[in-house]
Nanobody
Framework: VQLQASGGGLVQAGGSLRLSCTLS????????SGWFRQAPGKEREFVSL????????YYRDSVKGRFTISKDNGKKMVVLQMNSLKPEDTAVYFC???????????????WGQGTLVTVSS
């Protein structure tokens, strides 16, 4: 499975951005797509995930109520809608896919290239 992420950019605090991740190749039963982010000098951290079969989602606490993850099975696309962005959301965002409903990056087998999100204050 290959992943292609897009949609990053520069936005002012309070603004919105929409990240997309398109998957090529088979999506297996119970496959999960996740978004992670890595700010300069910090470790990669979990943001959100969605299970392809059930649509079950999970978010890190700091983005709950602001970010929404969704999927389009026909387009094999996962979207992360980010609203009410804060400067602390600034990071390179990565999409990932794997079989585990997990917040741990090493549980994901496939990764896309990162897309930079910069939120100015």
């Amino acid at each position: 499975v290959q992943l292609q992420a897009s949609g990053g950019g520069l936005v002012q605090a309070g603004g919105s951005l929409r990240l997309s991740c398109t998957l090529s190749g088979p999506i297996y039963t119970n496959y999960v797509s996740g978004w992670f982010r890595q700010a300069p000098g910090k470790e990669r951290e979990f943001v959100s995930l969605i299970r392809w079969s059930s649509g079950s989602t999970y978010y890190r606490d700091s983005v709950k109520g602001r970010f929404t993850i969704s999927k389009d099975n026909g387009k094999k696309m996962v979207v992360l809608q980010m609203n009410s962005l804060k400067p602390e959301d600034t990071a390179v965002y990565f999409c990932a896919a794997g079989p585990a409903f997990s917040v741990i990056a090493t549980d994901y087998e496939n990764w896309g290239q990162g897309t930079l999100v910069t939120v100015s204050s």
